[in-house]
């Protein structure tokens, strides 16, 4: 089993894992799901960390964007020239 992870992020117990798309869809979130799932399989040391996911991105259409949330995933989006985040109440902690 292999995965590419974007961007990985670390603070004490916890670990953030982004995944990075130009322009995001649904699917990239499936993917998302995959890499989550299987992060702590492939870094054993990681394995009592809280884990957080992430999908970053310069558009996100609002259908994705609800999906993301609602799988419990923060959402990073450009607006104007500014970078803007969002999570939701029920952020996934794996």
């Known amino acids: 089993m292999e995965e590419e992870y974007d961007i990985i992020m670390t603070n004490g117990d916890a670990i953030g894992i982004v995944e990075v798309k130009y322009k995001a869809h649904e699917n990239d979130l499936d993917k998302l799901d ?30 994705a964007k609800r999906e993301a949330l609602k799988r419990g995933y923060f959402v990073l989006q450009r607006s104007g020239d500014l970078v803007h985040t969002e999570s939701s109440d029920n952020l996934t902690v794996l």
């Open 34 to 63: 995959r890499k989550m799932q299987n992060f702590k399989k492939l870094f054993l040391i990681y394995q009592n960390f809280k884990q957080y996911g992430a999908i970053a991105s310069f558009h996100i259409n609002d259908e």
